[in-house]
């Protein structure tokens, strides 16, 4: 029945429009984004620095190996399944459960050095590369 | 000047502009459900401070806002999506919280839109 529906979304194209006339010449999607996963892994020469978007992460669970070159990330989201049986479902969208995920590094790490970081539902992982890996510069003597 | 080079400065200027807005912006996900007395929207919004949420509710639209601190070198974005709310849905009394990048929104249902039971008398 239409009339008992609480909520609706903004029709698309409306919502485009409006998005358009507030902020001109801005890219987006129309679609919703499962803002989950690996946001970026960078070199930064001695590190690396990976970051993934995990919101609403059960700090307890999550865990963060490190294994040679190969890091791996896992842990589980908190459920949000409300109490009751006179629940009505608009919208699912948000990932729950557990989950895992790996990524292999250029090098080899110092896997006593590294540390992490969740906050606003990123985490950020400091992976030192091991001492062998980090580059060095050779001076070069002159006769 | 020539044509040519009119072009590429019109081109360059274009450019410029572009790369001051930057922003990028995302539908975030949603889980929404009702309950007896209230509407709960949560909002995957990782990233997002609360000093840089925005939620309006402005003739029976929600509107969701945010902006992403991003570091100097990272690329900017934010979160944007609208609802149309029911006008059972008493909006003012509505509370938010932020936590962990998951945005939870409680907006009660309206007194008039709460089941009521009505107690059956039996006649005899």
Same mark, same amino acid.
């Not at chain 1, 698309?12 to 919703?32: C, D, I, V, Y």
């Not at chain 1, 590190?47 to 791996?72: M, N, W, Y």
């Not at chain 2, 806002?65 to 944007?80: F, K, L, S, T």
């Given at each position: 029945?239409f009339a008992?529906q609480f909520v609706n979304e903004m029709d698309s194209m409306q919502r485009e429009m409006n998005r358009l006339f507030r902020h001109?010449?801005?890219?987006g999607s129309n679609h919703p984004?499962? &803002?989950? @996963? ?7 020469? &001695?590190?690396? $620095? +990976? ?17 040679? #070159? ?5 842990? #589980? ?9 006179? $629940?009505?479902?608009y919208r699912?969208e948000?990932?729950? @459960? ?43 003597? +002159?006769? | ?12 200027? $274009? ?7 930057? /922003?990028?912006w995302?539908t975030p996900?949603v889980?929404i ?8 929207v ?14 309006e509710v402005s003739r029976g639209v929600l509107t969701l806002e945010?902006? $992403? ?5 990272? #690329?900017?974005? @934010?979160y944007y999506r609208q609802f149309q709310l029911s006008e059972?849905i008493?909006?003012? &009394?509505?509370?938010?919280? /932020?936590?962990?990048? +998951? ?22």
């Amino acid at each position: 029945m239409f009339a008992l529906q609480f909520v609706n979304e903004m029709d698309s194209m409306q919502r485009e429009m409006n998005r358009l006339f507030r902020h001109t010449g801005l890219k987006g999607s129309n679609h919703p984004s499962p &803002a989950v @996963g690996l946001l970026r892994a960078e070199d930064k020469g &001695a590190a690396f $620095v +990976v970051e993934a978007a995990l919101p609403g992460l059960d700090p307890e669970q999550l865990s963060i190996d490190v294994l040679g #070159r190969k890091l791996t990330i896992s842990g #589980r989201f908190h459920d949000n399944q409300p109490a009751g049986e006179d $629940v009505r479902w608009y919208r699912k969208e948000r990932r729950s @459960g557990a989950f895992e995920q790996s990524l292999t590094l250029a090098t080899e790490l110092d896997t006593e050095k590294v540390e992490a970081e969740y906050k606003h539902g990123i985490l950020r992982i400091d992976l030192p590369k091991a001492a062998a890996a980090v580059p060095k510069k050779i001076a070069v003597n +002159v006769a | 000047m020539s044509d040519k080079e009119m072009m590429k400065q019109e081109l360059d200027s $274009v450019e410029k502009i572009n790369q001051a807005k930057p /922003l990028h912006w995302a539908t975030p996900a949603v889980d929404i459900y009702e309950t007896a007395d209230e509407l709960v929207v949560l909002a995957d919004l990782p990233g997002v401070q609360e000093s840089a949420l925005q939620l309006e509710v402005s003739r029976g639209v929600l509107t969701l806002e945010a902006a $992403v601190e991003a570091a100097e070198d990272q #690329r900017q974005y @934010g979160y944007y999506r609208q609802f149309q709310l029911s006008e059972r849905i008493d909006a003012d &009394a509505g509370e938010a919280a /932020l936590k962990d990048g +998951v945005l939870t929104l409680r907006l009660p249902k309206s007194a008039a839109a709460k089941p009521k039971r009505i107690a059956v008398k039996t006649l005899h």
